[in-house]
């Protein structure tokens, strides 16, 4: 399959990821529904209507973990293209730390990892493109092209 046209794409979903990243340390779930379920990430999910990608970071990262991130930084944004059609759009955040108590819920289970120790052969293909971006704080473009969960093609740009 051709990849896709991407100056003329446009998403299905527009969602975010939060990833606290603090004294060397970055905070991680283990999935446990939903698209990516049994892969290793950071907190995230859809923006609702009417929300900002923000309001959706601090939203999902309480809801997914009992953390409301503090220090958030728009880092950069990830668009993926499903064969099947789908077309998601992520805007990824980092936050200096978080308030509340981490805890597991019923969408996640967190814990903390050394940064240059994060379990890439767990998580989704294309993280190992673009996490250094992030880490780094240097922008970011990522698009990447899947069928299922086996990417397919991807590139990283700064944005």
Known sequence: MNEPDWDAWTPTERAVLCFVVKGGRILLIHKKRGLGKGKVNGPGGRIEKGESAREAAVRETREEVGLTPTGLQERGEVWFQFVDGYALHVTVFTAEDGEGILTETDEADPFWV?????????????????????????????????????MLAGKVEPA
């Open 114 to 150: 050394d940064v240059g120790a994060i379990p890439f052969e767990d998580m989704w293909t294309d993280d190992r493109h673009w996490l250094p971006w992030m880490l780094r704080g240097e922008p970011f473009v990522g698009r990447f092209h899947y069928d299922g969960d086996r």
